[in-house]
């Protein structure tokens, strides 16, 4: 029984991790572009993260501001088409 239920945890486990994605995401501001690509589950799942990066690429060592973080909100929730 024990080695039945190893078979399916492991049979799940495997389907799921191959119905991972890569995506892949671009987002400008001030001239400057920053690119990448994400491999996971669903489209919501990646742009999460990418947008995530991309807040921490363009904030930079820049002091945060009210003004900045509406900006840079604005970039990282619209990439652009890759």
């Not at 399916?8 to 892949?24: K, N, P, R, T």
């Not at 491999?39 to 820049?62: G, H, I, M």
Request: charge should be positive; proline fraction near 2%; include cysteine.
């Amino acid at each position: 029984m024990k080695l039945t239920t190893l078979i399916a945890v492991v049979g799940i486990f495997m389907s799921q991790a191959s119905l991972a994605s890569e995506w892949s995401f671009k987002f400008s501001h001030k001239g400057e572009t920053f690119e990448t690509a994400l491999t996971a589950p669903t489209y919501d799942v990646a742009f999460e993260k990418a947008a995530k990066s991309c807040f921490r690429y363009f904030l930079n060592n820049q002091k945060m501001t009210d003004e900045l973080g509406d900006k840079l909100i604005s970039i990282c929730a619209n990439p652009k088409a890759s």
